[in-house]
């Protein structure tokens, strides 16, 4: 494991794979979006920040319904420190975003609460997709890091996990997660699966983000996964299908909360500590206090700034910076 | 420019652009395909084979109407050899590869005997996606190498050339260039050209592979364009944007043609010697006889397979090998 530590200093590349899932279509299950309408507008906009420090696709960045903002604010300022090159993955979006892009041809997952994710040749096909990428970027990047941008994916999440045999509890972009609503889908979905095989129970009851980051973890030799409790779902599937070495880096945030369970994880997991708890911003503060908490690959990009000399006092500043130009539009 | 042959043996990447215009709907204009429906499977048919080693959009390999084969069947020899990574990036394809691609949100490029190839604000915008797209991929490969694959791209390099003052002879597909024909058509297009702004040429007269490559162009600093007459009147539409250093690289098929004009090009051009005239295969000899001779950036693969040790005699072996196993369809 300490060859993707040592390997965080060469030639990296982060990927940001995103989709969407219909689940997020029940009410009450997700929070990464002001609302209904514009939580499929989510990824797409998510990745448009990364590039051009604002959304094209929607002209205000997303936000949770009371305003605490996309944990892209903060990957685009570590990728802005670090200047590791990002190429976007669509594995299954809603909406395109206005930037360049890679496709994998995935379809938008269905609301597994009453339907399968998608058909079993579907994912595979999406798998296979995402292999061949991973092979062609494995030989450009001697680590890919892995982010991931799909609203209601800790729900699909939780479905994975629990079809895998575990228990899970799984986190959320709310301080209040919905547990309840969570697990209630949950176990409508898993009676839908009928084996132990990973193919089997992304297309059951994931989601197409899954299919694809499993896909070209199935390509590459090691990767640093940079999510949540998504990731942990992910890196337990692809231990099933592949030899990649993989470890996982979140935030703080997730590693406090206690409806998360990291220890679910096959592998390392390296905690970024992100000081937004002093931050003289509310919104940013939110983090600290479990909103939003991770997502678009802020714990993982966080971590290299870090590890690159970057002290927290700086990152902090400069995420501040990034905040007053883009959320309050400050010059 | 002996920068770009220094960087030859360092960390590269081969970005295969491909796209449609609708000029190839004129009659006589490109043998890009075995008939006019086929024309247009024939970009995303050639990315097929390079990771696959067959298509998957059409039963068979993209050919002449009489059977001369795609010359990707060649770069997909190289790439086996070289092992270079490859990306593909669609830039206004007709019909999407069902390989995982690159996207820059282009247009399928208008007919230019009558009408605009796109809007001057539709060909800025993929110029900016694909500056974004060079900048990211600049940061992972020491050299990128571009390819192309569109059918009648001859024609609009033509009329590009005209646009900028050159009276262009340009290469074809076919053995005897149908030269009135395409002179026909540029002497339309250029017409419509206001102004020799290489943004209003490429919309004017140009196509969407053009915007695609200036635009990847404008984000890196040194490419090897692997491509005939088409990357001559892109290399002279970049030099007017960028400061990106250019070299060429052909085969010797396009270096001979008489009715090519390397000359035009304003930079280094280095020709691959690819002895496909000593093949066994009718299919293979036709390249040295004048048939399609280049294409989806053979020229530039091939080099880098000589230039890394591999003899003329078993590059070619190795063609005919593949020839044997993709086009003969022997095991």
Known sequence: MSKILDLMDGRVLFTLVIGNTKTAEIPGITVAGANMD???YTPPADSELLYHGRCL???FIPATPD??????????TALRLTKIPLLVVDSGLLVKPKIPHLTLSAPVGGNIAVERAMSYEVAKNVIENGKILGEQLSKLADLLVIGESIPAGTTTAG??????GFEPK???????NPVELKRNVIEQAVKRVQSKDPIEIISAV????????VGILSGCKRALLAGGTQMVAIANLAKRITDCEIAIATTEFVAKDKTADLSLAPCEVFVSKIPLANSKYPGLRAYAEGFVKEGVGAGGLT?????????????LAEI???YEKIVLRKQ
């Open 159 to 164: 479905a994975v996990l629990k079809a895998l």
């Open 170 to 176: 799984v986190s959320s972009s709310m301080p209040t």
């Open 57 to 59: 696709s929607i002209d």
């Open 206 to 213: 994931g989601d197409p983000v899954m299919a694809g980051v």
């Open 303 to 315: 971590l290299f700034a870090l590890k690159r000399g970057i002290s927290e006092e700086r990152l």
């Open 38 to 40: 514009l939580i499929k």
């Open 320 to 322: 501040e910076r990034d």
């Open 67 to 76: 305003g605490k903002p996309t944990p892209a604010l903060i990957s685009y």
